[in-house]
């Protein structure tokens, strides 16, 4: 599901606490491991009500959601829940859907970026490090 693994050790810099949401158990594992492994302080969940109730407590820098989760929800309403008490949370939505039509849905959700799947390890390092950058 995710090529390549990451050439250079990033640490984490305004971005260093990262909420994982996917509702693959071994996608979910791998990113929270690579993250980690990078500088970052990683908490996961595997649908949308887990990942409020992780995110009220664990108050996360970046959420990196897939976009599409089990029963009826996707990244975008968990993008735009947390956002309401955390209207600074920048967020990556991982998805294998047409980025461009839910980059329209998701404008008022900013900053935002889309990878879609499956993704270079190091292009969502760059990302998240480009997003830590801009909120400096």
């Keep these: 599901m995710y090529a390549g693994m990451p050439n250079s050790q ?20 791998v990113l929270a491991q690579i993250l980690s492994r990078n ?20 108050q996360p820098d970046l959420l990196l959601t897939d976009w599409l989760l089990p029963g009826n929800t996707n990244g975008l309403q ?22 461009d039509k839910l980059a329209a849905q998701a404008q008022h959700v900013q900053p935002c970026k889309f990878i879609e799947k499956p ?7 760059r990302e998240i490090r480009q997003m830590a950058l801009k909120s400096d």
């Design 10 to 29: 990033m640490a984490g810099s305004k971005a260093s606490r990262i909420l994982v949401v996917e509702d693959q158990t071994v996608p979910r594992k």
């Design 39 to 58: 500088g970052f302080e990683v908490q996961s969940a595997a649908n949308a009500k887990e990942a409020l109730d992780v995110g009220v407590h664990f």
């Design 119 to 125: 993704c270079d390890f190091d292009e969502l390092l």
């Design 78 to 99: 968990v993008a735009e829940a947390m956002r309401a008490t955390r209207p600074e949370l920048s967020v990556i939505f991982l998805t294998g859907l047409p980025t």
